[in-house]
Nanobody, 119 residues
Framework: QVQLVESGGGLVQAGGSLRLSCAAS????????MEWYVQAPRKQREVVAT???????NYADSVKGRFTISRDNTKNTVYLQMNSLKPEDTAVYYC?????????????WGQGTQVTVSS
């Protein structure tokens, strides 16, 4: 009923920037929490950044000061601005949204987008 489509990944040099986007589409839903997760090679998927419906944000220590999560509620879209990228940021990035549909909450995941940072 809700689909999340990610975009914005790619290959960048260390110190560069990328902006990831994740747009939700569907009908008769509202979005509560939006999050970005990272899954590096040989690692578990971990939360990178969270933004609440009220705009409060939280970040993993590893990205604090470098990444910024934001949302555009008119577009049902969450963004992750990634600056000062490091090779260790190389991973697949997934967006996750908690949505309410007819009074019930569900989670949806994007398809993932690859971020590769070269040294």
């Amino acid at each position: 009923q809700v689909q999340l489509v990610e975009s914005g990944g790619g290959l960048v040099q260390a110190g560069g920037s990328l902006r990831l986007s994740c747009a939700a589409s569907g009908r008769d839903f509202s979005i509560n929490t939006m999050e970005w997760y990272v899954q590096a090679p040989r690692k578990q998927r971990e939360v990178v950044a969270t933004i609440t419906s009220g705009g409060d944000t939280n970040y993993a220590d590893s990205v604090k000061g470098r990444f910024t999560i934001s949302r555009d509620n008119t577009k049902n879209t969450v963004y992750l601005q990634m600056n000062s990228l490091k090779p260790e940021d190389t991973a697949v990035y997934y967006c996750r949204m908690v949505v309410t549909i007819r009074g019930y909450q569900y989670q949806y995941w994007g398809q993932g987008t690859q971020v590769t940072v070269s040294s």
